[in-house]
């Protein structure tokens, strides 16, 4: 089955820098506990790992936030977390206290005994899901697939959890740099196959989601990030059957010039760097997303109409008074006690705003 051509390519276009009629707009976390709709569909189901192990269930909540704002893509409901549980490691949740290893990463014998999963197997329910979602969408809007970065994944995978410090893992890199190469190489190639798997189920862009990046200092994120998140956007397919690729760093403000080189068609920054300072920097030579402070999103629609305005206005100035290349998201994920109406009054100023040439 050919799929059906896409009604809204906003997304893609913006990804390519190529002119479009407004800034498109979609946000991190946007299927999540904000939303009644969601909460009703994880509390039939039992649980959030429950819901995104099964496709109909992932696609329904994947759709959820597309049925009440005029969102320019969906993103598969899934986590960052299948990767290392697909490698044996016993992901769970704890309410309250987030993700949880049964079996975390603790010596070098753990990690030599690590292995890329069969992708094709072991994580099928989420290219299942992919397949789904965009048969459900039907060309409506371009479906983003999306894995963790290696770095953050890891982090999860040594610390066992959560962390405060990171304790574990700068100990690690520290002390054993070779022990934690090894580790990060195995993710890294499980990572490219998991999202070359989901470009090939149909996902039409990529995102890595390198959230903890940032508590690195310069010489050890150049070392034990950056240089993995390049490895991925070097080894994902090129030509034909290639589909942009987004690196989301949270904290990523210092190494713009770095990410921009790094092959990846674009950069997605949180709420500290100004995006025309960020667009000056990156020279065209990629897209960028972002960047509104989440937290605008407990203000008023008349402040996040103001703030909104101001992040499409700063882009601009810094990409020579054009709005191409931009895609509009918030610096970090949406949270579970965010109004929806205040979503829906983003999504409405961004397009909006942005039409007003
Ligand atoms: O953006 C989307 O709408 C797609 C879905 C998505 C989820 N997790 C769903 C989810 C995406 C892209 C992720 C990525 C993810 N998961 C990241 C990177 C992005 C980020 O926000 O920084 C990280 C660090 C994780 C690990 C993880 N999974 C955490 C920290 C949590 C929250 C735990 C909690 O109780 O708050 C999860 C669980 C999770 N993943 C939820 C959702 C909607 C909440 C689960 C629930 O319903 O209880």
């Known amino acids: 089955m050919t799929p059906a051509p896409l009604k809204n390519d906003r997304f893609l276009r913006a990804l390519r820098r190529e002119p479009v009629d407004?800034?498109?707009?979609?946000?991190?976390?946007?299927?999540?506990?904000?939303?009644?709709?969601?909460?009703?569909?994880r509390a039939k189901a039992g649980s959030f790992l429950a819901?995104?192990?099964?496709?109909?269930?992932?696609?329904?909540?994947?759709?959820?936030?597309?049925?009440?704002?005029?969102?320019?893509?969906?993103?598969?409901?899934?986590?960052?977390?299948?990767?290392?549980?697909?490698?044996?490691?016993?992901?769970?949740?704890?309410?309250?206290?987030?993700?949880?290893?049964?079996?975390?990463?603790?010596?070098?014998?753990?990690?030599?005994?690590?292995?890329?999963?069969?992708?094709?197997?072991?994580?099928?329910?989420?290219?299942?899901?992919?397949?789904?979602?965009?048969?459900?969408?039907?060309?409506?809007?371009?479906?983003?697939?999306?894995a963790g970065s290696p770095w953050t994944v890891a982090c999860y995978m040594v610390e066992g959890g959560a962390s405060e410090n990171y304790a574990r893992i700068k100990s690690l890199a520290l002390d054993d740099p070779q022990a934690l190469h090894r580790l990060l190489g195995v993710v890294t190639d499980a990572t490219i196959a998991y999202l070359d798997a989901q470009r090939?189920?149909?996902?039409?862009?990529?995102?890595?989601?390198?959230?903890?990046?940032?508590?690195?200092?310069?010489?050890?994120?150049?070392?034990?990030?950056?240089?993995?998140?390049?490895?991925?956007?070097?080894?994902?397919?090129?030509?034909?059957?290639?589909?942009?690729l987004i690196l989301f760093g949270k904290g990523n403000g210092p190494y713009l010039e770095e990410l921009a080189a790094s092959g990846a068609e674009a950069v997605g920054v949180d709420w500290t760097v100004d995006l025309g300072e960020a667009a000056r920097r990156t020279g065209g030579r990629v897209a960028l997303q972002g960047n509104l402070d989440p937290a605008v999103l407990y203000a008023q629609p008349e402040a996040i109409r103001r703030e909104a305005g101001r992040v499409l206005d700063a882009y601009a100035a810094?990409?020579?008074?054009?709005?191409?290349?931009?895609?509009?998201?918030?610096?970090?994920?949406l949270s579970p006690d965010m109004a929806p109406e205040h979503v829906a009054a983003l999504v409405a100023a961004v397009h909006e705003s942005s039409a007003r040439n």
Request: with cysteine; glycine share 10%; charged share 25%.
């Open 200 to 244: 090939r189920a149909g996902a039409q862009a990529l995102q890595v989601f390198d959230t903890w990046g940032g508590v690195l200092g310069p010489a050890m994120y150049r070392e034990f990030s950056l240089r993995y998140l390049a490895r991925i956007a070097a080894e994902l397919p090129r030509g034909e059957e290639r589909v942009p």
């Open 22 to 41: 407004r800034t498109p707009i979609w946000l991190m976390r946007q299927a999540g506990r904000y939303l009644p709709e969601y909460r009703a569909t």
């Open 318 to 333: 810094g990409n020579g008074g054009s709005r191409e290349g931009h895609v509009f998201n918030l610096g970090h994920g």
């Open 51 to 146: 819901m995104a192990k099964n496709p109909e269930l992932a696609c329904e909540v994947t759709l959820q936030p597309l049925r009440r704002f005029p969102l320019d893509a969906a993103i598969l409901f899934s986590d960052i977390l299948t990767v290392p549980d697909a490698m044996g490691l016993g992901l769970y949740f704890v309410e309250g206290e987030g993700p949880k290893f049964e079996r975390p990463v603790r010596s070098r014998a753990d990690i030599g005994r690590l292995a890329v999963p069969d992708v094709e197997r072991q994580l099928r329910y989420v290219t299942d899901a992919v397949r789904t979602i965009r048969r459900e969408l039907d060309g409506a809007v371009p479906l983003i697939g999306f």
